[in-house]
């Protein structure tokens, strides 16, 4: 495992040395540097938008400045259920709900609910994986495109299968 300067230093697209996580402080650092190096898209797959990682001030400001710097940024993330982030007080849901032209939610299929991974993809090259959302035990690569290719791919065709989680939508009156 490399030290936390090794990961606070981790250039997008450049470092290609991979990184394990297995605390929240690790997990959270590790996507912190990924989204605030974020030049167009943030794709997040997870069970619950793991609320210990995801609902941190930092990480919801650099999701903010990335897709207010340009309108062609996207943020899209999957959820399995949206029972629990109904009654959290999540921060990348108020966001979403405030920028919702460019931040997007959506429910996973019944035909892949019973996928055990989670996953974070960051433009053409940055990838934290966990092979099981239940465990915090992650992959975090600063520098892999095939690998973030192969995600995406799978990511856009759950994507094209999930409901659109509208009972986060605001009625604008």
Known sequence: MSSENDLINAELGVTSEPFRASRVAELKLASYRMFAQAKKQI???SYDLDPRVLSDRDIEAAISRL?????QSQVRMMVFETQLLQSADHRLI???QN??????????SKEYQQLP???????DSGLIYRPNHQQLE???????KLKVRDYRKQFDEIWEQGRIASEFRTLGI
């Open 43 to 45: 794709d997040l797959f």
């Open 67 to 71: 897709v207010r710097r340009s309108r």
């Open 94 to 96: 108020a966001l979403m």
């Open 99 to 108: 920028l919702s032209s460019y931040i997007h939610l959506k429910v996973v």
């Open 117 to 123: 991974f989670s996953f974070y993809l960051v433009d």
């Open 138 to 144: 992650s992959q975090i690569y600063f520098n892999e």
